[in-house]
């Protein structure tokens, strides 16, 4: 029971309708407005489909397939004769890295998509949305290529920790705010990837063989909630198969799904080297073939018109959706932009401490340790390479560069007194090469075949990775012949340096003046062509250096003949590692610091090489000896907290011997200062968990994501995620939705009816707190065959201590259909349901019986 007069609010959606909004604040909803708005012009729609007829109108043949070709890697040819610019791409869901892909051209970078989603917070999101249009327009980009939507179908997936979640409500949810959000600050988003690119081994090729059911009811459930909750202004559809048929070519589910069912009215562009086929792919409903300039449309689709395989009316249809977006985005002359006057500047860095520390998911808490208890002479040993080399995010596509970077080490550092905490390297998971960047003072030199010079460019680390244009001044495709990275290292430490190379091509690497390596790196024939991106690096010679003694290093490059990659880029990096200090050494001095602190905080975390895009992972376990350290560092200090920085499960085998397990995903630049914000109790630790933990790898609904002969065959149907572990009897770990705060909540009363239901809870900890009420919906005696429960809806309350809320949760109609494969349609399931109001899938509080006619 709470005090005599408890204050008491009520909340609809997510936001609280308090004693203040009464007294005149504005009542708020949560997915659809969020304070601050911009303004849209939907009245403008009328004009803007005028604008777009008017220009299609001036158009010839020619000029129409140039446009719905990439002019460049991020772009389409500007039009001025119809006063078209030209529109910019960029990826990605958590920052906006813009048309260069390097670090001299940072980008805000906000907490990994995991982290997002386990806000349970679409308004969040939708802000998070707002940031990344304010970076689009400072960096010219008119279309954000995000968000990702596909699911955590296997924690195996490479790029899971660039989806939200295994549910395809929350993924929904948290997608639509996302999109409103990008789309309110007048930028387009594309909602990726559609559909079925669950997992990456073979994703070019690969065919998902997904029955009608959960496709509909799991895979495409998200993509058909953001169109008609958000109205995305594109799509991206993937490289995979889907029962047998190329994502591009799928003239069924872009060209009857989702054009005309579902109304979607935005462009639809391929993944990058998806389009492979001219007619397929336009009949199809692609309207656009990424990256340029080499692309399956342009001259050879006009070729195709006047050739009769491809009727010129697929072409304006194409071209009208790149016209309409180029209009709303203010792209296109005489067409008034969607959004007129741009949201509220929004600062970046305290938004992304914020979405950190209401990502991070405590899913272990024992005896209270955490908040770390205040007061002068309490001590933290910090251990962990990643306290000090903090993985803020995942790899692949999703990369940007911010221009800081708080690690734990940081911001422990600046939260703690002088003389409180002490570090120690304790496991490094990471053994692999990274590009040179401490203690590098580096340039790239360019040379025409003659050994010309042509130019030279600022080189911020090791990594050069030149795409389209974006050459140093006076260098061109046609002259430049090789590349030498080259200047001074002067090494932090003495002892055995290792360097690598990361790219295609042939290589010559100097240091010191001694030739160390001289060879030629080529595509393997079953590697993904974005291999020479995000591929491994390879170790190839070591030298023994002095600290504080500087050394010249050189790596020169040759470009390589790609062959049937044709892309406008030069990507390869010079690579570094440090001497390597024995492993039982690094550990024996973490387990030293442990002892003589009050508190041991542990960070654990997962490298590049583990969670990127291109390839799966392979198991779940940590890298290194990091599992190791936890143990030995547990065995002697009973406050030992272990912070796990990765954006995707992994299995944590020591999890009951520590004090507190913290989820941090990656958490974007400001992770550190946000990380000793949640650890000494300024901020609570938000999150509730996306997707199910499980304790093993081998407990996990799907172990498989290699296609057999071409094909992964989704042969659990609706069983994915808590929805499987529900049918089996297999515990996980941490269930989907657990994460606790730091004070606690009794579920008081629990009403339901078809749209919706009511929660009154009362705040019983002592401190304020935010909850996630999560409703779940459980048939009672089925007809059909469905999983036994599932997410239905949820909304965040805050509430202070003692303070009760009532909130009440919107049901979607959705969520008592199933689709109805004989009459290819949904259908509503009447019958007995028991609604759980619920802390977690496996923590129910409250439930009522509802009969739903
Ligand atoms: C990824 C996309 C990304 C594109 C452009 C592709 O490899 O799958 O998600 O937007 O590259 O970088």
Known sequence: MGPPHPPHRTQ??????????QNGDQTRDETRDVSGAGTRDASGDRIREDAVEAALGKLDLDTKTRLLAGQDMWSLPALPEIGLSSLVMSDGPIGVRGVRWTADDPSIALPSPTALAASWDPALARRAGRLLAQEARRKGVHVLLAPTVNLHRSPLGGRHFECYSEDPYLTGEIGSGYVNGVQDGGVGTTVKHFVGNDAETERFTVDCVIAPRPLRELYLAPFEAIVANAHPWGIMTSYNRLNGTSMTENTHLVNEVLRAEWGFDGYNVSDWMAARSTTGDILGGLDVAMPGPDTV???????????????????????RNVLRLAA???ALEGAPPAVTEVPDAVDGQALAREIAARGFVLVRNEGGVLPLAGGGGRTVALLGAAARDARILGGGSATVFPERLITPLDGLTEALPEGALTFAVGADPSEELTPADKGFTLRAVCRDAAGAVLGEGSLPSGQVQWIGDDLPAGVSYGTLASIEVTGTFLPRESGDHAFGTRGLGAFALTVDGTLLWEGVQELGNEADPFEAFFGAPSERAGIPLTEGRPVEVSLTYRVPDMGAVSLKAIMFSLLHLGPRRDADDLIAEAVEAARNADTAIVVVATTERVESEGFDREDLTLPGRQDDLVRAVAAVNPNTVVV??????????????????????????????????VLL???EPGGRLPTTWPVAFADAPVTEVIPTEGRLEYAEGLLIGYR????????????????LGYTDWAYESLEAGPEGVRVRLTNIGTRPGREVVQVYLAPVADSVERPASWLAGFAGVEAGPGESVEVEIALPARTFEIWDEEARGWRRIGGGYEVRASRSHTDTRLTVTLDLA
């Open 12 to 21: 609809r959606g997510g936001t609280a309708v308090t004693d203040a909004a």
């Open 297 to 319: 449309y342009g001259p050879a689709l006009a070729e195709a018109v006047r050739a009769g395989e491809v009727p010129e009316s697929a072409v304006d249809a194409a071209v």
């Open 328 to 330: 709303r985005v203010g």
């Open 644 to 677: 796990v920085n990765a954006g995707s499960p992994v299995e944590l085998p020591w999890r009951e011997e520590v004090a507190a397990v913290l989820l941090t995903w990656f958490p974007g630049q400001e992770g550190g200062a946000a990380l000793a914000d």
């Open 681 to 683: 109790g300024d901020a």
């Open 724 to 739: 499987a572990y529900e049918a089996g009897s297999v515990v996980p770990a941490y269930p989907f939705g657990h994460g």
